[in-house]
Each structure stands twice: as C-alpha cells, then as structure tokens.
C-alpha cells in the first residue's frame, strides 16, 4: 500500500501536472508551428525563388551496377543494377525552419514571460500592516499629543 500512495503523492504534486501539460501543449504548438511552415511561409518562399517546392528538393545519386553470383549457375558472376537513391535535402531544410521558428517563438515566449515577472517583481510590496504593540503605542502617542495641545 505504501507504493501505491506514493505514487500517488507523486502524481499529484504540481510539477508533475505542469510537467505533462507542457508536453502535451508543446507537441500541439509543433504541429501549429510544422503547419505555419510548410503551409503558410515556405510555398511563397519556393514562388519567389522559382516555383520549388521544398520537400521536393532532392539528389538522386546515380545507379550502382554490382557484380554478383547467378542465382542459377553460382560460378558464373552477372550485373546487378541497384535503384538509385535520393538525399532529401528538401525535408531537411523544412525541418531546419522548423525548428528556427519554434525556437524563435518559445524565445519570444519566455522573454515575455520574463519581462511580466520583472514587472511583478519591480511592483512595491504593501506596507506590512502594524503589530498589536505599535497599534498601542500609536494610540499612546495619539492622546500624549492631544494632552499637549
């Protein structure tokens, strides 16, 4: 029983809930952010630069003809073309942009986040309000100086 209510206390400390509504609310800025990219800048972007569209951007390397042994006659040795392949550099550089504006954002973000705080800080705390023992010797001196005048 005493893991269980451990577990339990642990759940229900509040960083572990800040910690889970961070992931789950970072993952869905990624995708807003992803969408923002791909969809919104990068088209006009690959326009103005002649039409490209960037995950279509790629390098075909040339096809490789390798000799191997004949299925039907192993001693003798026949070419073999292997398909060539591609580097996607086109995904590459979306996913860099990705990443550039997601972290451009969090930055503006926390440097928001940061400048409330500052202001918070900057806001003068309120007088602490007087003790029993000076709301006494504030009247003491209150009918002292009434006795004088």
């Known amino acids: 029983m005493g893991l269980i209510s451990e577990f339990k206390q642990f759940v229900q400390r509040g960083n572990v809930v800040d910690l889970a509504v961070g992931v789950i609310m970072g993952g869905a800025f990624g995708k807003i952010v992803a969408s923002l990219v791909a969809d919104v800048l990068m088209p006009p972007i690959g326009y103005v630069i002649g039409g490209i569209k ?27 073309t292997l398909e060539s392949a591609t580097v996607n550099y086109g995904n590459f550089l979306q996913t860099t942009f990705d990443f550039l504006i997601i972290s451009f954002c969090i930055f503006m973000m926390i440097k928001a986040m940061n400048s409330l705080k500052r202001k918070e800080e900057a806001a003068p705390a309120p007088p602490p309000e007087p003790t029993a023992q000076e709301k006494l010797l504030m009247e003491i001196r209150d009918l002292l100086k009434a006795q004088q005048s």
Do not use: A, C, G, Y
């Not at 490789?64 to 073999?80: A, E, F, G, S, Y």
């Open 54 to 80: 960037f995950t279509d951007l790629k390098f075909q390397l040339p096809p490789l003809t390798i000799r191997v042994p004949d299925p039907n006659m192993p001693t003798q040795l026949i070419d073999k």
